[in-house]
């Protein structure tokens, strides 16, 4: 029964279909001339985490109302399972973010071209890298999840993001129909599975020991903030098992090679690169995907090769008992991923000081339980 559930014909149908309540709400903001200052109180809401402020235009009130409750099927106890597992694996988690479930979403060569016409990865490599991290920590911290969270607050940003997106790509002219609706309700469930399996299979792979319980716990969270930012129940995985199967099927359908998906896979390795301390761990993350991806799909994104005894040499220098672990390569992934987890969490922390950047905002319990530096 499970097997047939993700049938060509079903995925094909979720392909035309959006997201109607967000993307109401967007037209209505643009034809009556108030996005940019939607966008503005929008943006004081996400970083004070306040009350829904009655200067919003009344459109975007309602909208954010209606959807700021979570699903009655949320489970408080499955939440914290979830978070207390990104509390103990975070910076490794990041790793998985960057190394795999963002790669993996680029070789989707019809979704990854919503990213593409945007443009804002390609030439500001690092604002949707960041807002992407972001939304991770906001959702998976402590109580992110919880009524009034920077959870919810993030998702009901994000589903207006995306719906806005769809209305100017579709009003630019530029987009092929053959590639479906524009963040249509299969690509989201593919995000879906890259934000929650793929992440998992990524801390698998970095050494990092998950009981199925966890695993399920994990999928769980982002079951809810897929929910809240507009995936149709038919597309939510019930489970990790599912949810394996749902990734098998959109990698059938839509892995292919692509310039798009392979620009943007650059970036995000000189993303990775520029936010570590000088040369360290250059070529570390462009290893890490091999590793994570696995040859087949890093070669689609022309993810360059794993010199791992060249890489290796530098990071292995700062971290201790390094002589004694080198003939053990599992041990070495093990540790380096956290190390190297950690610093791209510490760069992303400086990075976004000053200029009037929004800070890259991590919880204080967050920072003491993986370590990590810089205000």
């Given amino acids: 029964m499970r097997a047939n559930r993700w049938t060509d014909e079903k995925l094909d149908g979720f392909r035309q279909r959006g997201d109607p309540l967000a993307d109401e709400t967007v037209k209505n903001l643009f034809q009556q001339g108030q996005v940019e200052t939607a966008n503005v109180l ?30 009655d099927w949320a489970d408080p106890a499955l939440v914290r399972q979830g978070e207390a597992l990104f509390g103990r694996y975070g910076p490794q988690a990041v790793v998985s973010l ?53 959870g919810i607050r993030s998702a009901q940003k994000v589903r207006l993001m995306h719906a806005a997106v769809r209305h100017l790509i579709l009003q630019s002219g530029q987009w092929n129909p053959e590639w479906g609706h524009p963040i249509n309700q299969e690509d989201l469930a593919g995000t879906l599975v890259d934000f929650s399996y793929a992440v998992i299979m990524g801390l698998e792979k970095l050494g990092c020991t998950l009981s199925r319980q966890e695993q399920n716990a994990y999928l769980h969270c982002w079951k809810v ?18 949810c394996a199967v749902l990734a098998e099927v959109v990698q059938r359908r839509h892995f292919r090679a692509s310039p798009e998906g392979q620009e943007l896979t650059r970036a995000l390795i000189q993303m990775a690169e520029h936010v570590t301390p000088g040369n360290l761990f250059d070529g570390i993350a462009a290893s890490l995907m091999r590793h994570i991806l696995g040859e087949e799909i890093a070669d689609m994104l022309a993810v360059p090769p794993a010199d791992w005894t060249r890489h290796l040499i530098g990071p292995l220098a700062m971290l201790s008992r390094a002589s004694d672990e080198l003939g053990d390569h599992s041990r070495v992934v093990a540790r380096l991923s956290e ?24 919880p204080q319990t967050l920072r003491e339980s993986w370590n990590v530096q810089g205000r």
């Fill in 98 to 150: 960057f190394c795999g479930a963002l790669p993996a979403s680029y070789a989707a060569a019809k979704g990854v071209q919503v990213i593409h016409l945007t443009a804002r990865l390609a030439t500001d490599p690092f604002r949707r890298i960041m807002e992407t991290a972001q939304m991770l920590i906001d959702v998976l911290a402590p109580d992110g999840l919880a009524p009034g969270g920077s």
């Fill in 42 to 71: 929008l943006k004081q809401l996400i970083r004070n985490d306040q009350l829904v402020p009655d200067t919003l235009p009344e459109m975007l009130r309602e909208y954010l109302l209606r959807t700021e409750q979570l699903p």
């Fill in 225 to 242: 903030v897929g929910h809240m930012m507009g995936l149709e129940a038919a597309v939510l995985p019930e489970d990790v098992e599912d």
């Fill in 339 to 362: 190390v190297f987890g950690r610093k791209l969490v510490e760069g992303m922390v400086w990075m976004n000081r000053g200029a009037g950047r929004p800070p890259f905002r991590i």
